[in-house]
């Protein structure tokens, strides 16, 4: 089955700091991925579309200059949010979207949870 | 944009068949239906994606109408561990937006 792969699983950081969540789809190569965010007890909110080769496309509400998409490769997207605050703490979930017989599929990561303190 | 709607939560007991109907009226005619589970802490997991019919694998089966505009997902036998949430995405070119998903509890 297809295996999409984000590091780390966890991450802490300080308040102001910058920090890099990596999504990589390892069996299979994908020109678009997903950025989503989740609170707790409640659905998949997406931020941003990343397209391999350009610029991501955000959501309405979410700031592109705090949280950067850069996808450089067909099977590698990050996500990094930028001057970090405590408000950032959260669950990230990417996905990367294989296309086979069926049409598209999207594929998920184990999810990043984000603590900022 | 499609949208979905699907029932906020269910109860079941273990080995039931558990059916989760979602509505997608505003499918397009690309876009293909497909069901997630996700447990807490987790990514979602990809259970079954179809087009119409009916499809079948060895976890779930999926049963979408002629018309398309609804879908149900059938989980045969459950059990404590199929515990999770459940969502329905109806894909289309490039944007995937989630509805509110089913939270499923299967008691014993």
């Known amino acids: 089955g297809a295996v999409v792969s984000q590091h780390p699983s966890w991450v802490i950081c300080k308040s102001g700091t910058s920090v890099k969540i990596e999504c990589r789809s390892l069996?299979?190569?994908?020109?678009?991925m997903f950025w989503y965010r989740q609170f707790p007890k409640q659905s998949l909110m997406l931020m941003a579309t990343s397209n391999e080769g350009s610029k991501a496309t955000y959501e309405q509400g979410v700031e592109k200059d705090k949280f950067l998409i850069n996808h450089a490769s067909l099977t590698l997207s990050t996500l990094t949010v930028t001057s970090a605050h405590p408000e950032d703490s959260s669950f990230y979930i990417c996905?990367?979207?294989?296309?086979?017989?069926?049409?598209?599929?999207?594929?998920f990561g184990e999810g990043s949870w984000l603590t900022v303190v | 944009l499609a949208k979905t709607t699907q029932p906020i939560s269910m109860d079941s007991y273990e080995g039931q068949e558990v059916n989760i109907t979602c509505s997608h009226n505003n499918i397009a005619t690309n876009d293909y239906i497909t069901w997630y589970q996700q447990f807490p802490s987790q990514g979602p997991r990809f259970i079954i994606q179809?087009?119409?019919t009916k499809v079948t694998n060895e976890v779930a089966s999926l049963f979408i109408p002629a018309d398309r505009k609804s879908s149900t997902l059938s989980l045969p036998r459950v059990s404590l561990s199929d515990t999770a949430v459940y969502y329905c995405?109806?894909?289309?070119?490039?944007?995937?937006?989630f509805g509110t998903g089913t939270r499923l509890k299967v008691l014993a």
């Open positions: 179809g087009y119409k």
């Open positions: 996905s990367a979207s294989r296309t086979g017989q069926s049409g598209n599929t999207i594929y």
């Open positions: 069996d299979f190569q994908a020109t678009t």
């Open positions: 995405l109806s894909s289309g070119t490039y944007k995937y937006i």
